[in-house]
């Protein structure tokens, strides 16, 4: 690979006693995996700057799966995310590793990740609506191509009183039967505009994102769901209700 990339670090773990193995997000070459060898070690002026949210520029090199990191950049200082706008970037973080596939390009997405991270570091409260445009941008890039705004039966448009019923694969079906599955019409524009105007309408997208990732994530838990559970706990008197992913 030649030149220098644009990217930000997912996920990272030691390899050895002195490496790390990261998984990076790049703008024009997608999720991959480098060695960054050395990185650990006490004199490595990499160390500090392999970090989750910080804007990098990268090289690297080398054939397989795994890359050999050539060299790494902080573009600024990290983005300033804590308690829980960092919890709701390590989840995003996490979707993304789980779902992104190997070395595909997602040029778009790397703006839409770029402005949720940001959207994040500036978030006073509740960091839902950053989360639910975010997720539906991702449903987007991934292909999931579905109509909010008519119905799936009759081609109608959705009227914003009337209850419909979401089918995977085929999309929302007028319907009388309410419950996990039903949004009304009012619900179903609001996804369309990703603007959530109230608390029924979020509530409803962040049940509809969930529905619509679970395919894409499997049926292995989000570590940083689990992270989080343990953050509120903790910390009960700093959350806003109903929040998160």
């Known amino acids: 690979m030649e030149g220098w990339q644009r990217a930000f ?3 990272g773990r030691p390899y050895s006693e002195t490496s790390l193995l990261l998984d990076l997000f790049t703008e024009s070459h997608g999720r991959i995996k480098v060695l960054a060898k050395g990185a650990r070690s006490r004199r490595s002026q990499l160390k500090g700057c392999l970090q989750p949210f910080t804007p990098l520029l990268v090289r690297w090199g080398g054939k397989g799966g795994v890359k050999t990191l050539r060299g790494a950049e902080p573009v600024s200082l990290s983005l300033p995310l804590s308690g829980l706008t960092l919890y709701s970037g390590l989840y995003v973080n996490e979707v993304l590793s789980r779902v992104l596939e190997h070395e595909t390009a997602y040029s778009s997405l790397f703006f839409d990740y770029l402005d949720c991270i940001q959207s994040l570091a500036g978030v006073n409260g509740s960091p839902e609506h950053v989360l639910r445009r975010f ?3 991702l449903l987007s890039h991934l292909g999931y191509g579905i109509d909010f705004l008519h119905c799936a039966g009759s081609g109608a448009p959705v009227a914003d009183e009337m209850t419909y019923r979401y089918r995977e694969e085929k999309g929302f079906i007028a319907s ?3 419950d996990h ?3 009304t019409g009012r619900d179903l524009i609001a996804l369309d505009n990703r603007e959530f105007p109230d608390a029924d309408t979020l509530r409803a997208a962040k ?3 969930r529905i619509a990732l679970k395919p894409y994530l499997g049926g292995k838990p989000l570590k940083s769901r689990e992270l989080f559970r343990t953050f509120t706990v903790k910390k009960p008197a700093d959350l806003p209700p109903d929040n998160h992913q």
Request: glycine share 0%.
């Open 9 to 11: 670090v997912l996920h």
């Open 135 to 137: 997720e539906l941008a």
């Open 176 to 178: 009388l039967v309410i």
């Open 181 to 183: 599955h039903s949004f």
């Open 207 to 209: 049940r509809f994102t």
